[in-house]
C-alpha cells in the first residue's frame, strides 16, 4: 500500500467556528439536522478561575487496522490502497449497523434512503464529490484558522510534531494527529 493519509487537528488554532461542518454538509448536500461527518468537540479542564477549553474537529478515523472493514458482513468498506482512505459502497451496505457497533469512535452514521432503509455514512475526505484544487477535503479549505490539514501521515505527524502534538490512540491506529 501507499502511504497512509489523515488528518491533523491543531486544538490551539481551532475556534470552534463550525466551517469544516458546515462546508462538509454543503458540498456533500446533507441536510441539517441530519448525519453529520465531521463533528467539532469541546473539551473543558480545570476548574474556575483555571478553566481551559479546547476544541477539536474530527470525523472518521480512517484507521490504519479499522474494525468496521473487519466486521462488515457485506463487505460494503474498503480500504483504499493508494491512500488507506476507508471508503463504503452504497450498493453493497444494508444498514445493519454491524460496523457502527465495531468503531470504537462511534463514528457511522445512517441516512435514510429513497424507498425506505439505511445506509452507513462517514467521511470519504471528500473522494465521491472530489478534492479542492489543492488536493484537500473541503473540511480542510473551508477551516478559516487553518487548524485542519489533510496528507500523507508522515506529514501530519511532522506537523503535529512541531506543535507538540501527538497520534490519536486506539487498537485501530486511528490516521489523526491532535495538538
Not at 109 to 115: C, L
Request: include cysteine; proline fraction near 5%.
Amino acid at each position: 500500500m501507499a502511504e497512509q493519509y489523515g488528518f491533523y487537528v491543531d486544538t490551539s488554532r481551532c475556534i470552534k467556528c463550525w466551517a469544516c461542518q458546515v462546508a462538509c454538509k454543503q458540498w456533500h448536500s446533507i441536510e441539517a439536522g441530519t448525519v453529520s461527518r465531521r463533528n467539532v468537540q469541546e473539551t473543558v479542564d480545570g476548574t474556575f478561575p483555571n478553566v481551559k477549553r479546547s476544541f477539536e474537529s474530527l470525523s472518521c478515523m480512517h484507521c490504519e487496522e479499522p474494525a468496521c472493514f473487519a466486521k462488515c458482513p457485506q463487505g460494503a468498506i474498503s480500504k483504499r490502497e493508494e491512500d488507506g482512505v476507508v471508503v463504503v459502497d452504497d450498493e453493497k451496505c444494508i444498514g445493519c449497523k454491524t460496523c457502527s457497533l465495531a468503531c470504537p469512535f462511534d463514528v457511522p452514521q445512517y441516512r435514510e434512503v429513497e424507498g425506505g432503509g439505511l445506509k452507513m455514512d462517514k467521511c470519504d475526505t471528500c473522494l465521491s464529490i472530489g478534492r479542492t484544487e489543492e488536493g484537500d477535503p473541503h473540511c480542510v479549505a473551508a477551516c478559516p484558522m487553518q487548524a485542519l490539514h489533510f496528507g500523507p501521515l508522515s506529514e501530519m505527524e511532522t506537523q503535529a510534531a512541531e506543535r507538540g502534538g501527538a497520534r490519536m490512540e486506539g487498537e485501530t491506529n486511528p490516521s489523526v494527529y491532535v495538538s
